[in-house]
């Protein structure tokens, strides 16, 4: 038990729904981060919150939609994904974000299939 | 952006034997964290080492921040250590934030 708990689990959906992930943390973190982890390839930071304010955006297409409504909940909406998009999506908490010394830790993830 | 390299790969080993991954990083970095990710797609925090060496249990790490390299010692290996370990190092941003960069990862299977 990490502290940070993501629903669902496991997520099939076609390319014309829409969905969302959420992920809840129980830490007392003030910062939250979206990553994308795709086979053969290194997890790619996606978003960053402190605070319930974005400080960081990663070049994410705007078919990822994140929503912070206060620093214990992340989601992640999506809308007209492609297949391309089918990965493992990882969310992490941290006590802040610009402040050195602070280990993530992570969710166990959602595995999103696009069919 | 700052680059992250892992090696090996790739390693099988048989249980009871030593293993050394190692993680080269191409910049100044803040900190550094090894993970661990089992088959089942779960992170787990191992370490947080900007510098220095730490152990706990069979597991110890070791960063040497000036020579931009850090390695992960796994001793009497276990079918359970399997997965894939991932080195992430901090820098700042502009902006001021402490920004996690990955590597691509050891991925590890060990024989019972």
């Known amino acids: 038990e990490t502290g940070v708990t993501q629903t669902p689990r496991h997520l099939v959906m076609g390319m014309t729904n829409k969905k969302s992930l959420k992920c809840e943390q129980h830490l007392g973190h003030n910062a939250m981060y979206w990553y994308k982890q795709s086979a053969k390839k290194p997890l790619e930071l996606m978003f960053v919150y402190s605070l319930e304010e974005r400080v960081e955006n990663n070049s994410v297409p705007s078919r990822f939609s994140p929503e912070c409504p206060n620093s214990s909940h992340l989601f992640l909406h999506l809308h007209t994904l492609q297949p391309e998009d089918s990965a493992l999506y990882l969310c992490?908490?941290?006590?802040?974000?610009?402040?050195?010394?602070?280990?993530?830790?992570f969710g166990d993830g959602t595995r999103l299939s696009i069919l | 952006g700052i680059q992250v390299e892992q090696s090996p790969p790739d390693l099988i080993l048989q249980e009871g034997a030593n293993s050394t991954l190692r993680c080269n990083f191409s910049d100044s970095v803040n900190n550094l964290q090894w993970f661990h990710q089992n088959p089942w797609g779960q992170l787990i925090n191992l370490f947080y080492?900007?510098?220095g060496t730490k152990q706990n249990g069979r597991l110890s790490a070791t960063t040497v921040a000036t020579e931009r390299y850090s390695l992960l010692y796994i001793s009497s290996s276990q079918t359970t250590d399997s997965g894939v370990y991932f080195c992430a190092v901090e820098r700042e941003w502009s902006g001021g934030s402490y920004i996690p960069t990955f590597g691509r990862g050891t991925s590890l299977i060990v024989h019972p």
């Open positions: 080492i900007p510098s």
């Open positions: 992490a908490s941290s006590q802040a974000v610009g402040v050195s010394n602070q280990p993530q830790h």
